[in-house]
C-alpha cells in the first residue's frame, strides 16, 4: 500500500483517445512522464506523450515492453482484455484494478455486482439466445432496451424494443453476442457522479453533474446538477460504496437515472475519468485529470471544489461538415469560453472532436452561453 511514485516518474496509459490526453497533459504539468499504449498512431494522447507503444491490445510481448518501461498503469479505454492486464500486472502496478475493469466490461456484470452490493440498478434480464430474448420481453415489456453486454460506447449496440418492434429480426442482430435487455426507464433527468479514491482509501467527489444526451452521446453536461439535496447525498454514497467496495484507486464515473418518481438508478460506470467531468478542467481546484495522476502516484487527491457553476458542451465532427468552425469569431464573441480540442485529424460525424467550458453565475446561465458558442462556430455557414 506504500506504492508511492514521485514526479519524475513515468505513468502508463492503456488507450490514446482524448481522455488518456487530458490525463498525459496534467501528469506533464505534474513533472511526470507518460507512455501510452494503443493500436491507433499518432493519437490523441501520443501527441502529448513521451513515448508511444503501438500494438494490439492482445499483443502480450509489446505489453511486457510498455509495463516494464513505468512504474504504474491506469486506463482511459476500459475493453482490455483480461491476459494483456494480467500480464501487465507483473511488470508494474495497475490501477485501477482488474477486478472493476472486468464489471465494467460487461453489463451483466456490472449489474449483476452492483445488485448484490443493494445498489439500484433497472431491472434487466442477461440475453443469451433467442429464447432469453422473447422471454425477457415478456417480462420487462415494451418499450425495453436492448444492449449488447460488452464493447457498447455512445449508444452504440443498443435497440430499443417497441411495441411494433419485430424481436426476429432484431434477434438476428444480436444473434452470436452476449446481450441485456433492459426495463425502459422513464427518467426526470440523468446525472453522473465523477468519483476519485486514493491508495490510502481516501474518497472525494465531483457532482452530481447533470448531462443531456443527443443522439444517445452526451451533448451538454452541467455542474451543479440541481437536484435535491438528498438525492446528491445518495449519489455521491453510492460512488464511494461502488469504489471501495471495489478497492478502486483512480477515477471512476457513475451514471445515474433520476426516474419521475424520485428514484436513483445507475446506469453504467466507467472506471476512469469520464466525458461529464471535463468541466472539472476549468471550473474545480483539482480536475478528474489531476485526481487520477495523483491518486496512481500515492499522492492525496486534491479537492474538487468548483470555483463556479460551469457548463460543458461537446463538439463533435458534424461541427465540421460544412467547413472548419470559426474559432476567430468564437474568441472575439465569446472570450471566456474555453476550448479544448484533441488533435483528431479526421472530423467524422459523432466523433468527439473536442468540448467547450464555460463557468457563469448559475449552471443555466452556463448552459445557455456554451450552446451559443456552439453555435456560432458554424453560423457563417448557415
Ligand atoms: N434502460 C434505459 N432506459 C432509458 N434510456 C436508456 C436506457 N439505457 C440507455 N438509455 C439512454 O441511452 C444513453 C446511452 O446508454 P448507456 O447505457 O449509457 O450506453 P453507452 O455505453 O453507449 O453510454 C443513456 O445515457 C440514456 O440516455
Ligand atoms: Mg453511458
Sequence with gaps: ?????????????????????????????????????????????????????????????????????????????????????????????????????????????????????????????????????????????????????????????????????????????????????????????????????????????????????????LDLSVLPAGIPENISQQAIEITRTVMTECNVVGVLCIEYFLTKDGRLLVNELAPRPHNSGHLTIDACETCQFEQQVRAIAGLSLGRFHHYQPAAMINLLGDEWELGEPDWQELSRQFPDVKVHLYGKQEPRPGRKMGHLTCLAETGTEAASRVRKARELLTARYR
Design 1 to 217: 500500500m506504500s506504492h508511492y511514485f514521485p514526479p519524475g516518474s513515468t505513468l502508463g496509459v492503456l488507450g490514446s483517445g482524448q481522455l488518456g490526453r487530458m490525463f498525459a497533459i496534467e501528469a506533464r504539468r505534474l513533472g511526470y512522464g507518460v507512455h501510452v499504449f494503443s493500436p491507433e498512431e499518432n493519437s490523441p494522447t501520443a501527441q502529448v506523450a513521451d513515448r508511444e507503444f503501438v500494438a494490439s491490445y492482445d499483443d502480450l510481448e509489446a505489453i511486457e515492453e510498455f509495463a516494464r518501461s513505468v512504474s504504474v498503469i491506469t486506463f482511459e479505454f476500459e475493453n482490455v482484455p483480461a491476459a494483456s492486464t494480467d500480464v501487465a500486472q507483473k511488470f508494474a502496478l495497475v490501477d485501477p484494478c482488474v477486478d472493476i475493469l472486468s464489471l465494467s466490461q460487461n453489463r451483466n456484470r456490472e449489474k449483476t455486482s452492483l445488485a448484490k452490493m443493494g445498489i439500484p440498478v433497472p431491472q434487466f434480464m442477461p440475453v443469451q439466445n433467442r429464447d432469453d430474448l422473447f422471454q425477457a420481453v415478456e417480462k420487462l415489456g415494451r418499450p425495453s432496451v436492448l444492449k449488447t453486454a460488452t464493447m457498447g460506447y455512445d449508444g452504440k449496440g443498443q435497440t430499443r424494443i417497441e411495441v411494433d418492434t419485430d424481436l426476429e429480426q432484431t434477434w438476428r442482430e444480436y444473434e452470436g453476442q452476449e446481450s441485456i435487455l433492459e426495463e425502459f426507464v422513464e427518467f426526470e433527468l440523468e446525472i453522473s457522479v465523477v468519483g476519485a479514491r486514493s491508495r490510502q482509501g481516501d474518497f472525494t467527489a465531483c457532482g452530481p453533474i447533470l448531462n443531456e444526451h443527443r443522439n444517445h452521446i
